[in-house]
């Protein structure tokens, strides 16, 4: 069980879980992601370094989450997991099994092990397809010919999603629902196939507030239920540390900063996350109009960044001839805090 899931349902699943909690499910280990530029359709123009030398373990029924504004290579990394880029450099492994080596069957049974909730529910929903047939095309895909078992697994996904009574859903097009309905509608896609990881892409970022809630709520009811691992990919930190337990931020194709959720509430150490924090909504009325103490300047160019450590354009705290010249390894000022800033060499 993991260490912010709540209450135990069952000793047996719960020694399962505990156990299980300690083995890596998906090591990500020196991953580059870069996409070749052509001037005008003819020749080489460079490469966009989309990830550039990111790496971490995710444990089995782990939810962690990665942080960082558009841009930053987040939504890269996640495709990338989902193997629909191929690295240029560095490997991931899911169960030991490196996804390089994957083709055919056994990419396809590893993309059955791996949902996907999209940002926008509406684009990831057919609108000729009623959600009868939204949920049965996968399992289609995936060979269950079954009849019977379709309907049982799809019946059984949405009532887990709270979409009952199942019946007056199945007809229905997606235009027919509501905001939080078409998400709810495409997590049980997600869980169809009894996936053993979740990847959530900003899957909150386009509801209203209070529905934000009951989809977190619902995510992680899910994940207890099922032992899930869950990446948790977004922008906003006002979300991550109600529903992951550690927190990679991600800075111009980097990860600049990991740590427990609730360290890095507490004490962060890079610039960048200072800055993120900082940009956090905040609902006290009487900081609605305070200026907030924001780094000037964007995100630089992952065609040609910044040598050394690309935050020194913006960073009030840049240390001429280092910050400028170097590329900052990872320092450890406390236990299981990384981050990757000479402040802390």
């Given at each position: 069980?993991n260490?912010?899931s709540g209450?135990?349902?069952g000793?047996?699943?719960v ?12 090591s990500v280990q020196?991953?580059h992601v870069?996409f070749?530029?052509?001037?005008f359709?003819f020749?080489?123009?460079?490469y966009v370094?989309?990830?550039?030398g990111v790496n971490?373990?995710l444990?089995y ?5 990665i942080?960082g504004?558009s841009?930053c290579?987040k939504?890269?990394l996640?495709k990338?997991i989902l193997?629909?880029?191929?690295p240029t450099?560095g ?12 083709k055919?069957p056994?990419?396809r ?9 999209q940002q926008?529910?509406y684009g990831?929903?057919a609108p000729f397809?009623?959600v009868q047939r939204?949920?049965e095309e ?18 059984n996904?949405?009532?887990?999603v ?6 007056d859903?199945?007809p229905k097009?997606?235009?027919?629902l509501s905001g939080?309905q078409?998400q709810r509608?495409v ?6 196939l ?12 386009m509801?209203d507030?209070s529905?934000?809630v009951?989809?977190?709520k619902?995510?992680r009811?899910l994940?207890?239920?099922?032992n899930?691992?869950v990446i948790?990919?977004?922008?906003d930190l006002s979300?991550?540390r109600?529903?992951s337990?550690?927190?990679f ?10 740590s427990?959720i609730n360290d890095?509430?507490r ?7 200072m800055?993120?924090?900082a940009?956090?909504s905040d609902p ?8 907030r ?8 160019s992952?065609?040609k960044?910044?040598?050394g450590c ?6 009030p705290h840049m240390?001429k001839d280092?910050c ?8 450890e000022?406390?236990a299981?805090?990384l981050?990757?800033c000479?402040l802390?060499r």
């Amino acid at each position: 069980m993991n260490a912010i899931s709540g209450t135990a349902q069952g000793g047996a699943a719960v020694n399962s879980a505990e156990r299980r909690h300690d083995e890596v499910l998906l090591s990500v280990q020196d991953l580059h992601v870069w996409f070749e530029l052509r001037r005008f359709g003819f020749g080489h123009a460079g490469y966009v370094r989309a990830v550039d030398g990111v790496n971490f373990d995710l444990h089995y029924s782990e939810t962690i989450a990665i942080v960082g504004e558009s841009g930053c290579g987040k939504s890269s990394l996640m495709k990338t997991i989902l193997a629909l880029h191929r690295p240029t450099k560095g490997d991931i492994l899911f169960e030991n099994r490196n996804l390089n080596a994957l083709k055919g069957p056994e990419l396809r049974e590893y993309r059955s092990q791996v949902g996907y909730v999209q940002q926008d529910p509406y684009g990831a929903l057919a609108p000729f397809m009623t959600v009868q047939r939204i949920l049965e095309e996968p399992q289609i895909i995936n060979g269950i010919k079954d009849k019977a078992e379709r309907d049982a697994r799809l019946r059984n996904a949405l009532e887990e999603v709270k979409m009952s009574p199942v019946d007056d859903f199945l007809p229905k097009f997606p235009h027919m629902l509501s905001g939080g309905q078409q998400q709810r509608v495409v997590i049980a896609r997600a869980m169809l196939l009894e996936p053993k990881l979740i990847v959530a892409d900003e899957p909150v970022s386009m509801l209203d507030a209070s529905v934000r809630v009951e989809i977190l709520k619902l995510l992680r009811a899910l994940q207890d239920k099922h032992n899930l691992a869950v990446i948790y990919i977004t922008h906003d930190l006002s979300t991550v540390r109600y529903f992951s337990e550690r927190v990679f931020v991600m800075y111009a194709g980097q990860a600049v900063e990991k740590s427990l959720i609730n360290d890095l509430i507490r004490n962060p150490l890079h610039p960048y996350t200072m800055a993120l924090l900082a940009a956090t909504s905040d609902p006290d009325a009487d900081n609605a109009t305070r200026f907030r103490d924001v780094p000037p300047g964007e995100p630089p160019s992952l065609v040609k960044p910044p040598k050394g450590c690309r935050f020194h354009p913006r960073c009030p705290h840049m240390i001429k001839d280092l910050c400028d010249a170097e590329v900052p390894p990872h320092f450890e000022p406390e236990a299981q805090h990384l981050v990757a800033c000479w402040l802390y060499r």
